[in-house]
T-cell receptor, first 111, second 109 residues
Framework: DTEVTQTPKHLVMGMTNKKSLKCEQH?????MYWYKQKAKKPPELMFV???????INESVPSRFSPECPNSSLLNLHLHALQPEDSALYLC??????????FGQGTRLTVV | RKEVEQDPGPFNVPEGATVAFNCTYS??????FFWYRQDCRKEPKLLMS???SGNEDGRFTAQLNRASQYISLLIRDSKLSDSATYLC??????????FGTGTRLQVFP
């Protein structure tokens, strides 16, 4: 099973809402990632968890809050987002080889 | 200067053509190198890892030049289905995976 599952696939939220994106992998990978991708741009790294601990935060605004409840799950909690935060949010995981497997992404629209 | 840079594209080539993409990276401590392809509105998918000795997978050949901090991808006998964006990915400090700016390929009949 080389699958990373993200839910929901699409999300529309208001600027005062609180929502969460979820990511799950069962490959025993030790590192999990959140990326943000705007149209016609490459994915931009947001956060990395290694062995369930936050190892990299690329100066992401605090309205994005990551959480890693266990080695298979990664969440991204969203609060008070802005319209410019609308993007495709991608989750990925890596094992010993550092080859990353990506989920299908959550397409987020902030209205 | 971006950490990982690629030819901007787009590359428009006929079926059967050979096309080459380049990628340069700025951090000499980079450890692992990959090429991913991304179709429109889909997630990136691993195409191949890149090794110092160079490696080939069917019509695809990847090369790494550590001295020049340069990676390349060669696609031979292009197919319509090769149309996609090709992303160079560089890893250092093990956990940090950085994407290049991407190169769009369009193969026409």
């Amino acid at each position: 099973d080389t699958e990373v599952t993200q839910t929901p696939k699409h999300l529309v939220m208001g600027m005062t809402n609180k929502k969460s994106l979820k990511c799950e992998q069962h490959m025993g990978h030790r590192a999990m990632y959140w990326y943000k991708q705007k149209a016609k741009k490459p994915p931009e790294l947001m956060f990395v968890y290694s062995y369930e601990k936050l190892s990299i935060n690329e100066s992401v605004p605090s309205r994005f809050s990551p959480e890693c409840p266990n080695s298979s799950l990664l969440n991204l909690h969203l609060h008070a987002l802005q319209p410019e935060d609308s993007a495709l949010y991608l989750c990925a995981s890596t094992g010993a080889s550092t080859e990353a497997f990506f989920g299908q992404g959550t397409r987020l629209t902030v209205v | 200067r971006k950490e990982v840079e690629q030819d901007p594209g787009p590359f428009n080539v006929p079926e059967g053509a050979t096309v080459a993409f380049n990628c340069t990276y700025s951090n000499s401590a980079s450890q692992s190198f990959f090429w991913y392809r991304q179709d429109c509105r889909k997630e990136p998918k691993l195409l191949m890892s890149v090794y110092s000795s160079g490696n080939e997978d069917g019509r695809f050949t990847a090369q790494l030049n550590r001295a020049s901090q340069y990676i390349s991808l060669l696609i031979r006998d292009s197919k319509l289905s090769d149309s996609a964006t090709y992303l160079c990915v560089v890893s250092y400090n093990t956990d940090k995976l950085i994407f290049g700016t991407g190169t769009r390929l369009q193969v026409f009949p």
